[in-house]
């Protein structure tokens, strides 16, 4: 289940195989560049950045 805190990957390009955390999960739907409006989740990668990234494009990763 992602979540704010939640350490995710990103699945598809530009960003496929970077990490970050879920900072923030907005609740309204998002408007794409192609005009599709999808859920999205706020990702703070390790290296600092802020990038909106559609939901399905993340994977929760989970550690023990």
Same mark, same amino acid.
């Given at each position: 289940?992602?979540?704010?805190?939640?350490?995710?990957?990103?699945?598809? *390009?530009?960003? /496929?195989?970077?990490?970050?955390?879920?900072?923030?999960?907005?609740?309204? $739907?998002? !408007?794409?560049?192609? +005009?599709?409006?999808?859920?999205?989740? *706020?990702?703070? /990668?390790?290296?600092?950045?802020?990038?909106?990234?559609?939901?399905?494009? $993340?994977? !929760?990763?989970?550690? +023990?």
């Amino acid at each position: 289940i992602i979540s704010v805190g939640a350490k995710v990957g990103v699945i598809r *390009e530009p960003n /496929f195989g970077k990490l970050g955390m879920v900072s923030a999960l907005p609740s309204k $739907l998002y !408007v794409m560049k192609t +005009e599709t409006k999808v859920r999205v989740a *706020e990702v703070t /990668f390790d290296d600092g950045r802020k990038e909106i990234i559609p939901r399905t494009n $993340l994977e !929760v990763i989970i550690s +023990e």
